[in-house]
């Protein structure tokens, strides 16, 4: 680390402060923060820099490498053009938490001979001692992000694992501050909940059910606030809400967590990652039966139960049309009298899934049926 007075033709050149934060929530809330990284602009003018120049176009990106930083870019194309004199961060975590940018950066900067300067100290990229401390403090800040990841995840999964875990809940559910998971207040999204299963037993098919509540013309409640659940809309209602009512485990009494995986994929350099790209039931991280309220009140056999066939690859064929089977979550005292069946329609060339049996027994209690006016009084 080198304190000497920054060369003059350093000093000609723009000084360019970085300001980042991970996320909207920071933006928002951490204040502070950001009043410590603007107050760079004045560690500069001690330093002698007269054009200062502000990035703050990265607040709220990661600097993981995962999404895309135009104001990181802008910075490295300034210092490429030989315009940038010194880059001013409050430390190395808020320029870079992934190696390559990191070092990509420092490479620039020795090039053009331009100064890295954080809360501690100027630093000279070219210089092997200050290359290697710069090297130490990328590497830090990007292990250190790896830690506190490792650290949230392993406590997600602890939570989920004793079903405490508060995540997102289906329509007919929802959080309360005081006594946790409970039904939903407003007795028409109970109500909207409990016409499908009564459908579902009538007709023994998702598709049945959708062409009769079509024809009534029923509306649907879907979240109109995302993931908060506060707030709701109602519209036609589609195959979707219905094929999703009917296959969700929580209104089997179950408690799923880790159903859906993300990939990650290079595109043009960078980690692309994408998100909810479902598992089979045997893969789930984590599945506690009999913790969500059911319609079977007392029944200790209530627990879910998925039939379903599936080939190697998961996919229908027309020589195999049974690949693809849509789970079908029920008691098990349904089992010997319920099985899902699927048959190739030629006319769409898709599978059609639908429970093989006319109708359920009247003495069998479904673990779908989650709204009865029994648990709910």
Known sequence: MSAEILPAALLKRKAVVYVRQSTQTQVQTNLESQRRQYDLVEVARRHGFVDIEVIDDDLGRSASGSVDRPGFERLVASVCAGDVGAVLCFDASRLSRNGR??????????LVQARVIDAEGVYDPC??????????????????????????????HGKAQRGELRMSVPIGYIWHREIGLGFDPDLRVQEAVRVIFARFRQHGSARQVLLSLAA???????????????????????YRSVISILKNPFYAGAYAYGKSQKDTVLIEGRARTTYKHRKPIDQWEVIIKNTTKTASSGASSNAIKSYSRRTPTGRPTESNPDAVVAPCYLDFCCADAVAVDSRWSTQVGL??????????????SVAHDVLSSEQSA
């Open 101 to 110: 940018d990191w070092h990509h950066l420092l490479e620039l900067c020795g």
């Open 127 to 156: 210089r092997p001692n200050d290359r290697l401390l710069l090297g130490m403090k990328g590497s830090i800040s990007e292990f250190e992000l790896f830690v506190i990841r490792s650290r949230m995840l392993d406590a997600k």
């Open 351 to 364: 599978p059609v899934s639908r429970c093989t049996v006319a109708s359920f027994p009247t003495s069998c």
């Open 216 to 238: 009534e013309q029923m509306h649907f409640p879907r979240p109109s606030d995302g993931k908060k659940l506060v707030r709701v809309e109602w519209t036609p209602i589609c």
